[in-house]
């Protein structure tokens, strides 16, 4: 009777799996272990058995020709470091629009046949660049810090809100890195007046101007926005650490 034998070396290595502090790691090539433990990856046996509340679980997928790494689950804290070398924040504000009332935007007074109906003087980006602050920083929102229900901002410029996020956010250790906003609103048009708007928003904020980005859009005449009955805007800050 033949014998027939089997070429091993045709059939893959199947991954072996290690468990290290509560990280799974698959791998394929024993020199890739190798280098784990040069990089101090792999603790001694001693160390296998720590505690089950490490910061993720990471799997590697290993082979010869890649190496892809995904990192699952939250970190150990959830709360931010306040020696992060950077923070990012965005803000948001809409106000409807209404005759009777100035429309403020930047802490500019920009000729219109109607204005933000709201409790203080309604300059939404003054509002959402507050906001972006204020986010970027981890505090509550502009509407907790300077609540409308509190009549001493009833009719309050946006200027003040400003000055008091700024003064958190030097508080904290941080500057403005570079800050980019757009509005949306169906009229009147901006571009007579974005240099006004940037140079006050460059006072407000201790910042140079050319750090401050400010866009303008229409709402193709599409809801509220577009049928000239509000105004928007949106702000992205990166706060960088003094």
């Known amino acids: 009777m033949a014998t027939h034998f089997c070429s091993c070396s045709s059939i893959p290595a199947k991954p072996t799996s290690t468990i290290v502090s509560n990280k799974s790691i698959l791998l394929q090539n024993p020199r890739i272990l190798n280098a784990l433990h040069q990089n101090n990856l792999v603790p001694s ?3 296998s058995s720590s505690s089950s509340s490490s910061a993720f679980t990471l799997r590697a997928s290993i082979s010869p ?3 892809s790494v995904a990192v699952d689950g939250p970190a150990t804290s959830t709360k ?4 992060l070398p950077f923070r990012v924040g965005h803000g948001f504000d809409l106000h409807r629009l209404e005759p009777g009332y100035p429309l403020i ?4 007074n920009i000729p219109h046949d109607r204005g933000c109906e ?5 300059d939404v980006l003054l509002h959402c660049v507050v906001d972006a602050i204020l986010g970027a920083l981890g505090l509550p ?3 907790q810090i300077f609540p409308d229900s509190d009549p001493k901002w009833k009719g309050a410029a946006s200027s003040v809100f400003v000055k008091e996020a700024v003064r958190l956010m030097h508080e904290a250790g941080y500057e403005i890195g570079n800050l980019d906003a757009t509005l949306i609103l169906q009229r009147p048009k901006l571009s007579p007046h974005k240099e006004a708007i940037k140079a006050n928003l460059s006072e407000l904020l201790g910042a140079d101007q050319s750090v ?8 193709e005449k599409v809801d509220s926005l577009g049928e000239n009955r509000s105004i928007a805007a949106h702000t992205v800050v990166l706060l960088m650490k003094k």
């Open 45 to 47: 046996q001693s160390s």
């Open 65 to 67: 020709a890649a190496t």
């Open 141 to 143: 929102d502009i509407g």
């Open 105 to 108: 935007i930047g802490g500019i």
């Open 80 to 83: 931010p470091s306040k020696s």
């Open 118 to 122: 709201a409790h203080s003087d309604g």
């Open 212 to 219: 401050l980005n400010l866009k303008a859009k229409t709402h």
